[in-house]
Nanobody, 124 residues
Framework: QVQLVESGGGSVQAGGSLRLSCTAS????????MGWFRQEPGKEREGVAA???????YYADSVKGRFTISQDNAKNTLYLQMNSLKPEDTAMYYC??????????????????WGQGTQVTVSS
């Protein structure tokens, strides 16, 4: 069983930065894809960024140029560096892992395992 634990959320003013981390345990090999998703109350969970184990990255248009996804396979840790944060980035952020191929790396239904989430709040 795979466990994913997010950390690094918090409150920040618009224009500020945060770095989220997601540590995976319970696995002996790397997942094929890992991703960050976010969800506001009453809204669908949306894909923010994803990364293939080979290093190829995918971003939602709303975060391109501001967010950077990366991974440290030796530490089984996924990161999301978030810069130039905006109030509309406020959401619960979730880490997810996929073992196997995907058609759309930013689609939530592609992922097998999820963390519990970490809250990000950006004030204006």
């Amino acid at each position: 069983q795979v466990q994913l634990v997010e950390s690094g959320g918090g409150s920040v003013q618009a224009g500020g930065s945060l770095r989220l981390s997601c540590t995976a345990s319970g696995v002996t090999y790397n997942s094929d894809y890992m991703g960050w998703f976010r969800q506001e109350p009453g809204k669908e969970r949306e894909g923010v960024a994803a990364i293939h184990t080979g290093g190829y990255t995918y971003y939602a248009d709303s975060v391109k140029g501001r967010f950077t996804i990366s991974q440290d396979n030796a530490k089984n840790t996924l990161y999301l560096q978030m810069n130039s944060l905006k109030p509309e980035d406020t959401a619960m952020y979730y880490c997810a892992a996929r073992f196997g191929t995907v058609w759309y790396p930013l689609r939530r239904n592609e992922y097998n395992f999820w963390g519990q989430g970490t809250q990000v709040t950006v004030s204006s």
